[in-house]
């Protein structure tokens, strides 16, 4: 930690500075400039609010400079991370299509799905059970009962699930039916939530809140990681902004960001980051072109009656067009799906 | 709801959105204009998703004219709501000031603080038993054995207590030592959680996430009330935006704009609102100059040692200099302290 | 317009509001609901502020019906732009690379930069000639030597030139050197400027400002356009949001968006969008995999040492790959480079 | 400049930071850490952008230690800066009222606009003289003529004259009729006209930009002050954000944020940081509660028919009733109106 003094700041001031770190057992530098002081920090735990230094008196700034992240972070693994789930593998060459509806309506919607979202190349189908909307009187979901048929259609054709847990008590039944369990922006930092999925050993793909920064999505994953649970993806779907056109701004940079400053997957999901069915497939060539290793999209063979999320769920002919300009452009960036 | 179809929509995407309407249970009128065909749909659903229209061919925009929130509008109860709890008044003519540590932390701290707090005027402790912090390493609160300590020490000097559930199994635990339950900004649309206070018959104080609209947190308490839990208060604390200087932008206009669309008192907490102690008194008093019916403030009696949030807690000293303050500027909008 | 008035609005309520519209020159018509009701106002100037209705008692919300743009619009012309400038079409199947450094520093610098630029297969030079700094001691530009060396340059390699007019009094001395002027983003509602780009007949390219909507930058362009200049093209840059790790967050989602709101080409400039020269290569294909016309990117020989903007400027060797994976993207999406 | 190196940064890597920043004229020191090497540049130029040093390889992050602003920084002066024009006193222990319309529209309107403002107690009177529209059609203000008026009327009721400086060949027209120069928020970055208002001996009040931090605001500051002209004013009028029920987010929080980091009075602009009349009158009292050295608010004889910002124009009567609860906030904070 880097204690800026401010100018004129007096001895009376830095010293009470320098006690604060000592009592919380930093071993403190003095560094005595022209115009400022600089104190700094070594040792002392991680976990020290820098903020509690930055108000105290006579203070200008304080940077704090080892990562608050080092499990998520690229150095600690450089070569990145693969995970590899019966086959399928995330973060290597291949990048890896997650297609499907919003949620799992009744057997015969999710039998489609799975033939429409196999047969253009996807090898993930994606679909929710548990659907807390913000109206009590809309579809809720279908439960275990829609897990199960998702589970069978997907074996059917030979696809991984991946479906969203909302709390830790859906973890065990989750875990039994689905390969990739999805944790929602809203709750990126459920630090309960999170703590217990770095207990299981189950692949786990960490969508980015809508006013997280890319550091607190890293600092989220940390939390998994620190449980032991390596299997960890992350997912850029969209933040807000003062544009309305898009439902929130799909923030295409955090791709190769991400990818600069951790060494983890990074899966892109155009169908929320834009909200609209005709920028999915725009923003799923930008996403790919930028370097993501997967994307995640919603798509259902009936839009116009889909129970939820119908406004950007692609039809089934876009999609599979999709599909193949999305081929061409990983080969651009020396990959394939 | 109101569509506008695009200049030069063909007659068939017209038909097209009326046949989708009137699916949907809605009575179309349509008005042909000089440029813009305008489509009137009447009944239909409240909860019907005006994006699934908005994506269709040949619309422009879509306006959804009934509130999305009724029971939380200014016009269900033009007169306003007093929260009336053991003879305090939330919403009334008194401005409710409720302080206190960010987390109880062991027995002398919080009867220091009950002190602190009731002798400047405050009616509210304030307190966390549970602090779900971003690192596993940090204190997690004191649990139970410190709702147990806060009630007491709050039943010594007449002081009501809030503090915060985390989860749905939590409450009926924290409804039995506290007399107002706080719902995090991170949980503003937790829905499952939303839907239990709905049940319950227990003042609630709901906070504004990070990222919502005034608009999305109006939705989130029509969620408990339409469930027929009635005392819920609102609470302005922070939103992200550019401005990094304080941790969030503390959005004041969210009271008078509060005041203006709902029934609901409104509450500011200036000191998450700004991150920074020394922010704290300038914005309380903007608050309550701008019509807050009430503050939630962190004070503690030794912020340097605070086990959490000590940098955006108060000292005693400009804690009680600045409810004098409060109470002219109270005074000079009509109200008291 | 539609104005919606609220819920138990008052009859004198409603009246006021037809009779200001009447005396703007409105037709009016009512339509009382069950719930609301909403006022229609036909004709009257495009120009009449909403707001004032907004504001007035007994309004709930007030929709703008009319495009506020008209000739910037899609429906205007709906096969789209194309600028036609000496045989380079921007707005066509070629996506066209604008690329050079910041600002022209000395003859040298310049004509090594045409080269680097033309043998990569850029069409376009681009280059600042006047450099309005943050302090005033930075270097300010080479003014109009720096646009004779520059044309030169461009015109050995047979390049089209590209630069910035800070204020119309820079006007003509601009035309005379530059086959397309440049707006930069600050200048974006600066409508004395957009005025008098209006009435001259020389190709501009409009930047969006860090803070403003696409439609505000549609807004902007139809000043120009309605000037008679209809050679247009837009330029996303990036927008402010609160994620700091780019220097703004550089809005791919604009360029699907604005080819679908608008028939101008869009160009798009991811050395500004993010202000590392390490992200420029990725999104950069993610624009052109989006569907952007075209690229504006910083490129010089020497980064370390330029004199602006050394940071998001790309070395020549990366750049020259670049536009290799740049080419297979475009045939992805069925154009060429 | 402190420079903190990746972990397991090269030799290499650290020795080409040094090289180049000796060759900027930095002193360096090297500090060899566990984790990270810092090095920490002292001399070299103010100037220099650190943004060239964060994208070289090996680097972690670059801090800047000395203050980008000098002579707007609370240290330069910590007793704070009292603008005194005509025997008002802006900055002092006065919180000074600048009122009065939008745009001057005609003789009669003036007169009467400077009664209302003057009567209830505002020292100066503000209005346009040179309106820049977004519409071509629309209003563009009555220009010497307008500004003639203006004067006249103040005069006659002794009041201040603020009207707004569009460019720089405006600076002589508007010095000769106007008491304080406003520079609007567009213009915030224009450094040019910054640089010519450095160079008069006239009061200048310089607008926060939409976008704009407060850091950035106090570099614009920066940039007249070092010119010679040290009357400089800051004003909030609003950041835009992804709340939209008001204009804009009025920002009250940059009042206090700027009386710690800057000596320079502080204004606050409610009108258009609301933009609507309903809320100007509880922000006034927030910025005034707040610590504000001013406010700037439209008050108009008619709003309804105000030839711009109607919208957000008071009436007269909840103008003088507003004065009237102003006076005891200000006495609240230890001021006077």
Redesign the interface.
């Known amino acids: 930690m880097?204690v800026?003094m401010?100018?004129?700041a007096t001895e009376a001031q830095i010293q009470r500075i320098i006690d604060?770190l000592i009592e919380d057992g930093f071993d403190v530098?003095r560094?005595t400039?022209?115009?400022?002081t600089?104190l700094?920090g070594?040792g002392g735990?991680?976990?020290f609010?820098t903020?509690?230094v930055?108000?105290?008196d006579g203070v200008?700034?304080v940077?704090r400079?080892?990562?608050p992240y080092k499990l998520a972070?690229r150095?600690f693994r450089p070569q990145g991370t693969v995970v590899s789930i019966k086959g399928v593998e995330i973060g290597g060459s291949q990048v890896v299509v997650m297609a499907g509806p919003c949620s799992v309506e009744n057997r015969d919607q999710i039998e489609r799905s799975a033939d429409i979202v196999a047969d253009a190349g996807a090898k993930v189908i994606r679909g929710g059970a548990f659907k807390?909307?913000?109206?009590?009187?809309?579809f809720q979901g279908l439960g275990e009962e829609g897990l199960k048929m998702m589970r069978e259609a997907a074996d059917r054709r030979g696809l991984l699930v991946i479906s969203e847990v909302?709390?830790s008590l859906q973890i065990p039944l989750l875990s039994a039916y689905s390969d990739i369990l999805q944790i929602g922006a809203?709750n990126m930092?459920?630090?309960?939530l999170l703590?217990d999925l770095g207990r299981i050993r189950k692949p786990v793909l960490l969508k980015r809140?809508?006013?997280a920064?890319?550091?607190e999505l890293l600092?989220s994953a940390e939390?998994i990681l620190?449980?032991g649970n390596y299997e960890v993806m992350l997912c850029e779907r969209g933040?807000?902004?003062?544009?309305?056109?898009?439902?929130n701004?799909?923030?295409?940079?955090?791709?190769?960001?991400i990818k600069?400053?951790s060494h983890l997957p990074i899966i892109a999901d155009p169908s929320h980051?834009?909200?609209?069915?005709?920028?999915v497939p725009?923003?799923a060539?930008?996403?790919?072109?930028?370097?993501a290793d997967g994307l995640l999209m919603e798509v259902h063979h009936d839009p116009?009656h889909a129970l939820s999320d119908?406004?950007?769920s692609m039809y089934p002919e876009p999609y599979a067009e999709l599909m193949q300009?999305l081929r061409?452009?990983a080969?651009?960036?020396g990959r394939s799906i």
């Not at 930092?189 to 309960?192: L, S």
């Not at 980051?273 to 920028?279: I, Q």
């Open positions: 880097l800026v401010q100018q004129g604060r530098h560094s400039g022209a115009i400022h600089v700094g070594v735990g991680d976990q609010d903020a509690v930055e108000v105290m200008k700034e940077h400079i080892v990562s972070s150095a807390p909307r913000s109206s009590p009187y809309s909302m709390d809203r930092q459920n630090y309960n703590r809140g809508i006013a920064t890319i550091e600092l939390y620190s449980g933040i807000r902004t003062f544009e309305t056109y898009t439902r701004t799909f923030d295409v940079s955090a791709v190769p960001v600069k400053l980051g834009t909200g609209r069915r005709d920028m725009p923003m060539r930008a996403a790919v072109a930028a370097g116009d119908g406004a950007q300009q061409m452009i080969t651009a960036v």
